[in-house]
């Protein structure tokens, strides 16, 4: 039994869509638990005004009945209350009578560090909207949407994840010197799970090693960089006395150098992992680029936009870690309903020795 989830949607496309597939039956979802997340995703210091044209929420098309999961596949929209501005530019079907709204004239000048050289190149594009509108970390929404139904799923073998920005401290005045600037900037995020028994994840291949598949899930997401699992990169300056967790009685560690995962298994500890965002690459103040069409010089594409994200990336590598967390816990604990998912967690934690104190 494994959980697998496939989205659809464009930027400023009529929807985001998931479908998750691989849940038990009988797990009750909390409609305003997922537009709570949604909205946590929307919030943040250093966000654009679409955040508040967007007030995204969860529409459920399948796989649910009377708020409980029928085992069958899970069908989510978030609609794009922007697509209103975007009919003309962004119809799916070939679009009737004038030009009108956003997104009518072609896009030929790529952004450094966006989609739009790499997608024009790659597809032949003569409109880069035709790849930015996927890359676009709009797509995220619905990512979170799967996130909060993880969550959901996690919860009920008391597994709870939490994101948060890592560099807190001086986030605020590097937002603000850089919108002065008309500049943007990245940071670090922290997710941490706790309540992952031991045991999820498997030895050697990427398919199989949680800090594997959670290093995939967090640079699954836009514009991440870098991932660490526990200590991470610092762990390559300690000794191997320094580093390593020890065992106490109950079978459980006194640190957590190693994020909750040893040999690609999780451990029992505290599961976590940091995530660095690169600087947003659409600027106020554009960078030099290339028209497409003329090959002349020129600047590269402004378009409404952040000019920072790392609040949301917090919320949305929550979402990622989650998912990726269930998904191993199917994996492990299997089951068609609810109930028999949980009783196998329940009997796995009886035979095992290990007593956490946290
Ligand atoms: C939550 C979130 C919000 C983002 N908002 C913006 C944005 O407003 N403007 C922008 O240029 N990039 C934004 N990005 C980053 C781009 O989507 C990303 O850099 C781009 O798709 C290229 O992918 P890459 O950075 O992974 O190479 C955002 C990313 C995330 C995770």
Redesign the pocket.
Known sequence: MTLSLVTAGESHGPALVAIVTGLPAGLVLDREAIDADLRR?QQGYG??P?QQIEQDAVEVLAGLRHGRTLGTPLALVVRNRDHKNWTWGMSPWPPEGEPTGKGTTPVTLP?P???DLAGALKYGLEDTRDA?ER??????AVLVAAGAVAKALLAAIGIEVAGAVHDQDDLQRRIDEARGERD?VGGVVEVRARGVPPGLGSYATREDRLDARLAAAL?G?????GVEIGEGFALAQLRGSQAHDEIVAGFVRETNHAGGIEAGVSNGEAVVVRAA??P????MKPLASVDLQTGEPGEALV?????A?VE??A??AEAAVAFELARAAREKFGGDALGDFVAAWRAYLERIPWQPTR
Not at 135 to 140: E, L, P, Q
Not at 221 to 225: F, L, N, P, R
């Open positions: 995703r966000r654009s679409r952004r560090g966006h989609a930015l890359a676009s970390a709009r797509h995220t943007t640079m997401i836009q514009a991440v960089k965002m690169k947003l690459p659409t600027l378009e409404r936009s952040d000019v994200a949301a990336l919320v949305v």
